[in-house]
């Protein structure tokens, strides 16, 4: 009764599209804005809080290998991480302005366990192309909300790392368990999917 | 025409046009759902279900895009551009 591995990546490109769109809502307002109704300034913490928490499930279930487990396991707490520090900094329990670094350092986690768990080259398949492509994007992304601590005025940042969470989910909707990338397509794959 | 009076017009027409952004980040977001489902129509297997699993009837891809452009467009960027429009 488990949901194939694309389908997992579905879902979770759902959540991060809509945790993108709520970040790139935000960059555009400003903070000040975004969290004048409490509800709000709750919301996108939470979210990444959640997707977090959903890694577990999949830590467990769709592992097939300890590099896969780790992976996931720190993916999962980075995220929960990140989210729990800004949830605390939202609540007011936390005051020093480097807990929102945690963000960034659940992206660059995340993209060096993409890069480091998948051990197919990119055009093996569409699926190992896509981890490739989510690491190195989420690795480079990292870039923009460090820079959003160390400038917090400059709007761009914010909305570098919301396109980045829009990147990801446009390649997480992207992937198929064994498709071809670019007509390429390795025998040792397995059968094709549509 | 006096500087505080241009200045405040100017301030007021970013934040109609920041409210415009917020308000078509749903539509927009929909629009590209809907886009895919007619580039890719397999990739709801809704109209043809026959001989699909569970999953995947349950998770269509561009319906879950439409899906989150309406959350945001419905609960999120209504309040949003009221406060940005109070500011």
């Given at each position: 009764?488990e949901?194939?591995?694309?389908?997992v990546h579905?879902l979770f490109a759902?959540?991060?599209l809509?945790?993108?769109?709520?970040?790139?809502?935000?960059?555009?307002v400003?903070?000040?804005?975004?969290?004048r109704?409490?509800w709000r300034?709750y919301l996108?913490?939470?979210?990444?809080?959640?997707?977090?928490?959903f890694?577990?499930?999949?830590?467990?279930?769709f592992?097939?290998?300890?590099?896969h487990?780790?992976?996931?396991?720190?993916w999962?707490?980075?995220?929960?991480?990140?989210g729990?520090?800004?949830?605390?900094l939202?609540?007011?329990k936390l005051?020093n302005?480097?807990?929102?670094?945690a963000?960034?350092?659940?992206?660059?986690?995340?993209?060096?366990?993409?890069?480091?768990?998948?051990q197919?080259?990119?055009?093996?398949?569409?699926?190992?192309?896509?981890?490739?492509?989510l690491?190195?994007?989420a690795?480079?992304?990292?870039?923009?909300p460090?820079?959003?601590v160390?400038?917090?005025?400059r709007?761009?940042?914010?909305?570098?790392v919301?396109?980045t969470?829009v990147?990801?989910?446009?390649?997480?909707?992207?992937?198929?368990?064994?498709?071809?990338?670019?007509g390429?397509?390795?025998?040792r794959?397995?059968?094709?999917?549509? | 025409m006096?500087?505080?009076?241009?200045t405040?017009?100017?301030?007021t027409?970013?934040?109609s046009a920041?409210a415009?952004l917020?308000?078509?980040?749903?539509?927009?977001?929909?629009l590209?759902?809907v886009?895919?489902?007619?580039l890719?129509?397999?990739?709801i297997?809704?109209?043809h279900?026959?001989?699909?699993?569970?999953?995947?009837?349950?998770?269509?891809p561009?319906l879950?895009?439409?899906g989150v452009?309406?959350?945001?467009?419905?609960?999120?960027a209504p309040?949003?551009?009221?406060?940005?429009?109070?500011?």
């Open positions: 009764m949901p194939p591995a694309e389908h579905w759902t959540g991060f809509l945790l993108g769109l709520c970040l790139l809502a935000r960059a555009v400003g903070a000040e804005v975004w969290d109704r409490a300034a996108w913490p939470s979210l990444l809080f959640g997707l977090g928490v890694m577990w499930p999949v830590m467990v279930f592992t097939n290998s300890t590099i487990m780790v992976a996931h396991g720190a999962a707490q980075t995220m929960m991480l990140a729990a520090a800004e949830l605390g939202v609540r007011g005051h302005r480097a807990w929102h670094l963000f960034p350092l659940a992206l660059a986690v995340s993209g060096i366990a993409l890069l480091v768990h998948e197919n080259g990119w055009l093996f398949a569409r699926a190992a192309f896509l981890h490739h492509a690491g190195w994007a690795l480079v992304g990292a870039v923009f460090t820079l959003a160390l400038q917090p005025r709007r761009a940042w914010p909305a570098g919301a396109l969470l990147v990801l989910s446009v390649f997480l909707f992207a992937d198929r368990d064994v498709a071809p990338i670019f390429h397509l390795s025998q794959a397995g059968v094709a999917h549509r | 006096s500087t505080q009076l241009v405040e017009r100017a301030a027409r970013t934040r920041r415009r917020v308000g078509l980040l749903g539509p927009m977001t929909m590209g759902g886009a895919w489902a007619f890719q129509p397999y990739r297997t809704l109209l279900p026959h001989g699909e699993g569970f999953w995947w009837l349950l998770v269509e561009p879950l895009v439409v452009g309406l959350v945001f467009a419905l609960f999120v309040g949003l551009i009221e406060d940005l429009e109070q500011d």
